[in-house]
């Protein structure tokens, strides 16, 4: 038994962190009274701690990148459940990027686009579809010449769409 020097209760000592630098093996506070400290002093230094981080991962780019792609890899459940997580508290962002995609999808597409061309448009993600169904992985529909590309916009017809795995999709990304 030790009694807590902060809150002067006694205790067994497997409420005490170890420690080596004290006489008695022990903290000389609780653990519940330690946490309590750690948690003032994590607040008070909070901005310098997040200005250290920052410092560290600009000036340490390619460790910090290899560490978050091998974690990615580690735990795809747990990112996954992450960005549901996200999507759920930020509703309102993935409706806003989605209205923006779609108005930006009608806006790009012409108005002299013949029935037939409509069509085809459907039979793309149709296809897209499908491909996912037979293989199991992801497919999107990506347009050769982005929407909303930062050198050359392109139009959404048939013969601007091409059906490619998800992965190729997003390391494209928004270029042509």
């Known amino acids: ?6 809150c002067h209760n ?3 000592l497997s409420n005490f962190y170890a420690s080596s630098r004290h006489k008695s093996g022990y ?3 609780c653990k519940s009274c ?5 948690k003032i002093n994590a607040q008070k230094n909070r901005d310098n ?6 410092q ?15 974690w990615r890899e580690k735990n795809p459940e747990r990112l996954k459940q992450t960005y549901r997580q996200w999507a759920e508290n930020n509703r309102d962002k993935i409706n806003a990027k989605w209205m923006k995609r779609d108005a930006s999808k009608k806006q790009r597409t012409p108005l002299w686009l013949t029935d037939d061309d409509l069509w085809m448009i459907e039979e793309v993600y149709s296809l897209s579809q499908l491909r996912q169904e ?6 999107h529909v990506d347009h050769i010449v982005p929407l909303q590309g930062k050198t050359v ?4 017809v048939p013969w601007n769409l091409q059906v490619i795995p998800a992965q190729a999709n997003q390391q494209k990304s928004n270029r042509f």
């Open 1 to 6: 038994m030790k009694t807590c020097s902060k």
């Open 10 to 12: 006694e205790q067994s």
């Open 27 to 29: 903290l000389s506070w």
């Open 34 to 38: 330690e946490s309590e400290r750690c």
């Open 49 to 54: 701690r997040l200005l250290k981080a920052r």
């Open 56 to 70: 560290w991962r600009e000036a340490n780019k390619d460790k910090q990148q290899s560490s978050t792609k091998k």
């Open 134 to 139: 037979i293989t199991g992985i992801k497919w």
């Open 153 to 156: 916009s392109g139009l959404h």
